[in-house]
């Protein structure tokens, strides 16, 4: 049972423009964790608008789902894990490669290495190396993306956070742990 409110219609006022974004964009399905987000206008609209922002970035959904299955499955985060393989696989990914992605696979040389670099960020707690920079820079990562990568790995390591710390309630189909 999750720790926290998630009765939106408890949630402050100020929530209120926030959820319903969240609300429409979901096709009229509020996920628990923005419920429980709620709880606070600021967070709330802080994690909306990262999520906002990094939609439209130069990484593409498909990669930014695997990235957020990758930390999810480090951090055993199950909310996490179960919404962005739901994500992923309505971005166009398949089920083999998002569950590939849990561990960090990928057949593709460049999806490997982000995927990689974030497990290593998650890891380390972001004690990286020139090397580490090197090798997405090696399969065509610009300064670009390695900024937005960090970005995705910081969101989503966020969000683990949020739904562990805070038992909040699955409400994407269950995806196991690898």
Not at 70 to 84: D, F, G, K, P
Request: glycine share 8%; aromatic share 6%.
């Amino acid at each position: 049972m999750t720790r926290i409110n998630l009765d939106t219609t408890r949630a402050p006022a100020t929530s209120q423009p926030t959820l319903n974004q969240v609300n429409q964009a979901f096709g009229g399905n509020t996920p628990n964790m923005f419920k429980a987000t709620a709880n606070s206008p600021a967070a709330l609209r802080m994690m909306w608008a990262a999520f906002g922002a990094l939609g439209g970035g130069s990484l593409g959904a498909p990669l930014g789902e695997q990235v957020a299955v990758a930390v999810a499955n480090a951090n055993r985060c199950l909310y996490c894990l179960a919404a962005h393989t739901a994500l992923g696989q309505k971005a166009g990914v398949s089920p083999e490669a998002l569950g590939r992605a849990q561990l960090g696979e990928s057949d593709d040389p460049r999806t490997a290495a982000a995927l990689r670099f974030a497990l290593k960020v998650v890891q380390q707690r972001a004690h990286i190396d020139d090397a580490d920079v090197a090798a997405l820079h090696e399969v065509g990562f610009g300064d670009e993306q390695v900024a937005e990568l960090l970005a995705h790995v910081g969101l989503n390591v966020l969000t683990n956070y949020v739904n562990v710390a805070l038992d909040v309630p699955v409400d994407f189909p269950a995806v196991a742990l690898k």
